[in-house]
């Protein structure tokens, strides 16, 4: 099992006749996910990679019952193209652009939550799920066997390439994961952290999350309180980046949009001494994480 997709999923690649889309649909069959449809406006009647494209949303779902979007199109597109998602019923949707006007942002977020949709990003990589061999985004590239086989780690990252980098550690150690997901480095985003440990606690076949996580936001401080709470009960092992930005002058911003730190908020430091008062196996250095993961896992 994993959490967000799974054999009933049905995808649709929202702006699939793009350059990068094209090339994230020939990495994803060639891993074995399968793609039902495309969209383009004005595109009906092609394929890419022999996946037929439409219109619209409404003929993908009329057609194939469709209900998980990749949405993959320029930014000044995305709200459009995620609100038709939402009005025709798609139940997921992993929105990939990045550099979107942040009022689209705002809007596409508040659309989706009044619909109960769930959005992962904007500007993710994806996520994936080996056990089924779908992968929604560019995650894994053209090799994702290199970092991601199937186990019971749940991956949760704001950056990337360290979600492919923790999903390679987590392999080294002798383990795989369930799902991985990158849930984008912008300070608005669709999911965060502690949404996604409430969805890997109901599933059965995930036995401990490893998150990766980064200057800014609150996400880190509102898992902890998830945590506190008792809504998650199984070993999380955390890892947050870039202490050494809390010398730097207020208000910078580093690397990701959403990495931003002023006063407490954002602080690394703070991140960790929440997480760790939750319980949580908050590392000081990544390399600990093979050993701390092994000994955890043992334990339990």
Known sequence: MSILVGPDTRIVVQGITGREAQMVVKHSLDYGTSLSAGVT??????????????????????????NTSLVVVPPLFVLDAVLEAIAHGIRLIVVTSENIPQMDTVKMLAAARQAGVRIIGPNTVGLISPKHRIKLGSIGGDNPERCFVPGSIGVISRSGGMTAETSWMIKRAGFGVSTSIGIGGDALIGSNIAQLLELFESDPETSAVVTFSEPGTAFEEGAAEFVKQGKFTKPLISYIAGRFTEQMPEGT????????????????????????????????????????????LRLN
């Open 253 to 296: 911003v580093f690397g990701h949009a959403g990495a931003m730190i002023s006063g407490e908020f954002g602080r690394p430091s703070v991140k960790m001494r929440k997480l760790r008062e939750a319980g949580a196996h908050v590392i000081d250095h990544y390399d600990d994480m093979i050993d701390v993961l092994q000994r955890t």
């Open 41 to 66: 406006p004005g595109k009906k009647g092609q394929s890419v990679h022999g996946i037929p494209v439409y219109d619209t949303v409404k003929e993908a779902v009329l057609q194939h019952g469709v």
